[in-house]
Each structure stands twice: as structure tokens, then as C-alpha cells.
């Protein structure tokens, strides 16, 4: 059995996103069971003469085309919305459906495969391609990656200006408790189905798959629904499509991966709040949080920011708020770098917003 299916060595970056930083993306919780089986899409393979190394790709689309699914049985989405993507072919036999070898291409896939935040900054910067435009083509490696063409790489960019992709670690390395790590996938699978990377372990291609010992990541597969204490259930690119794996088959990379409309919002309500204690970088609270509110409305923190953590992306609007309003000396600004907001800051924040 070959080693990898098209997924690079795990990496902790601190650079990612991950649940509880300051990835703009809220728990919310669409569907109750947590049972994606209704909205599964089309089942696509990955290899034919060749394999495409690209099930970060293949599993990122399923994800995206599962929740798509959903919110369209659901009337969530804007009919602007789905003229646009009936009138550019990105609905095949009535289901919307994402080219994988458009992203795995557009994402740098090599031989070895890609990584799951690379492929979803992809997707969230340069946008999905109709599968109708850019089918799969496994004749050979160079022409399943060949280049994208132009218009098609447009129309991707075209595709963002309706839609927003979002993306964060839920697990990001190995739980000391198998049974809590399957309780929280379980939890997150209400909001979405989830981008796992496991092993391949023995009876893979039975479908029914138990634990084999190994935590070494091969494969990137889509998680659709945990049956407590019993298994969790798969969708992958290889036959069977649909798998059972063991309730304690190592899951411990998984992603949450979001697709919304972009819809407009109404103009900004005013804050009013009035800080009185100092914050510092790491600090989690509802200080943060209006603290964040009140830079969100200066265009200074992105809309969604109002986590209530201060992490990478608040310290760099408050530097901008030091900088922008000239709050104290520049000298202090700099070794300040974001990291403090003290009783300048907040004077200054509370005469704006009183």
C-alpha cells in the first residue's frame, strides 16, 4: 500500500487560523444532527491512467459542494447569487460542482501532493472554477495540470465577489482522548462538514476501515457524519466512495471549511462603550471584543473580527489606530507595536465613541 495519496507532512504554522483565534468565523449551527448524508454530491475519483495527487483538492471541493447543496434545498441563498452561478456553469446535472483540477493546479500541487491551508488560501484569494469548464482529465500528469486558462482564472476571481471562503483548524495535531476528539468533530459537524487528513490503513478498500496503530497522515477525505461510539463516516476519491472508519480512527488534522454568500449588510451601527481597563495581546474577554467593535468601525479590523480574542490581526489595528491618530510619541508607538491598550488609548477611543 503506497504512503501518500497526496497529502504533504502535517506542519504547525502560527500563522494559521484555528479555532479560538481571530479567524472571523463564528459557531453556528446549521444543522442540528451534525449529518451531512442528504447533501452529499456527485462521487469524483482521483486517479485513472495517473493519480492526480490531489485529495486536498478533491475533499476542499466536497465540503464546499456538500454545504452548497444544503443552503440551496434550504432557500439561503440570494437568487442574484444563483443566477450568477446557473449563468456561468457552475451547475452540472442540477447540483453546483467545483473543478479539482482547477484548484489543484491554481494551489501548486505537486507529485507529492499539497497541504490543507494552502489549498484553502486558494480557494479563498483566487476563487473555484466550474467543473463543466475544466473537467477531470487523467490521460496524463502534464495535461491534468496543465494552466488554467485566463478567462477561467477570472471567472474564479469573479466567483469571490458572490461568495466568501473561509477556513480554520479544529484539530491541528493528535488529543490525548480519541473519544473527546470525535465529540468535538461531532460538535463542529453541525456547522459544516469537515476536511480530515488520516492514514490508510488496512481494508481501505473494503470500506470498512479500523485503526492499524499509525498516525503518519496519507490522505485527505471529507468527514459527513460521526455515529457516536460506533464510527465515522467518510467521503472519499477512491472506491467505495462512502467509508466507515473506527470510532477511534486518528482524525487529528481537520478543517473546517466555510462557504457563505456575500450579501450587503446595513451601514455600521455606532458603538458606544466605555473602556476602562487595559488590554494586552493575548487577553481574551468582552473588553476585546468591544474594543474590536470599535476598531471594525473605523476600518480598521475586517467586519467578523469581534472575537473577543487579541491576537495577530488586533494588535495591527490598534498599531494603525496609534499611528493614524497620533495617540502618544512615536518613539513609544513603536515599542508599544500594538501589543497595549492603556489609558491614552482608551481616552482617546472613549471621546470617539461616547
Not at 500563522?15 to 451534525?34: A, C, F, M
Amino acid at each position: 500500500m503506497k504512503r501518500n495519496y497526496g497529502i504533504l507532512k502535517p506542519k504547525l504554522n502560527p500563522k494559521d487560523w484555528r479555532v479560538g483565534g481571530e479567524t472571523g468565523i463564528q459557531y453556528k449551527e446549521v444543522l442540528s444532527t451534525g449529518d451531512w448524508t442528504p447533501y452529499l454530491p456527485v462521487y469524483e475519483k482521483q486517479s485513472g491512467n495517473i493519480d492526480d495527487m490531489a485529495c486536498v483538492s478533491h475533499s476542499l471541493t466536497d465540503v464546499l459542494e456538500i454545504q452548497f447543496k444544503r443552503a440551496i434545498a434550504n432557500n439561503e441563498i440570494p437568487q442574484t447569487h444563483l443566477d450568477w452561478l446557473k449563468n456561468n456553469g457552475y451547475f452540472l446535472n442540477g447540483e453546483v460542482n467545483f473543478s479539482d483540477r482547477a484548484l489543484a493546479k491554481m494551489s501548486n500541487t505537486t507529485h507529492q501532493g499539497n497541504w490543507n491551508a494552502t489549498v484553502a488560501e486558494t480557494a479563498r484569494t483566487v476563487g473555484l472554477v466550474p467543473e463543466s469548464d475544466w473537467a477531470l482529465d487523467f490521460t496524463s500528469w502534464d495535461i491534468f495540470y496543465a494552466e488554467v486558462p485566463a478567462e477561467l482564472q477570472k471567472k474564479a476571481a469573479e466567483f469571490l465577489k458572490y461568495f466568501k471562503i473561509s477556513y480554520m483548524w479544529v484539530q491541528q495535531g493528535q488529543w490525548g482522548d480519541e473519544n473527546l476528539s470525535k465529540e468535538n468533530l461531532a460538535n463542529w459537524l453541525k456547522v459544516a462538514p469537515l476536511q480530515a487528513d488520516v492514514p490508510v490503513c488496512s481494508g481501505w478498500s473494503s470500506g470498512e476501515v479500523q485503526p492499524c496503530g499509525s498516525r503518519v497522515t496519507q490522505h485527505a477525505i471529507a468527514i459527513f457524519k460521526i455515529v457516536k461510539q460506533n464510527c465515522v463516516k467518510i467521503l472519499d476519491h477512491y472506491l467505495p466512495f462512502i467509508k466507515n472508519l473506527g470510532w477511534l480512527y486518528p482524525t487529528d488534522w481537520t478543517m473546517l471549511i466555510l462557504v457563505e454568500p456575500i450579501v450587503a449588510t446595513p451601514a455600521p451601527v455606532v458603538p458606544h462603550y466605555t473602556l476602562t481597563k487595559d488590554l494586552y495581546f493575548g487577553n481574551r474577554n468582552d473588553d476585546v471584543r468591544k474594543l474590536q467593535e470599535e476598531l471594525i468601525y473605523l476600518s480598521l479590523l475586517k467586519s467578523g473580527l469581534n472575537t473577543g480574542y487579541y491576537g495577530e490581526l488586533t494588535r495591527l489595528a490598534v498599531l494603525a489606530f496609534l499611528k493614524k491618530y497620533s495617540v502618544t510619541s512615536k518613539i513609544w508607538i513603536v515599542i508599544n507595536n500594538g501589543k497595549y491598550v492603556g489609558k491614552l488609548t482608551r481616552d482617546k477611543l472613549n471621546n470617539m465613541f461616547k
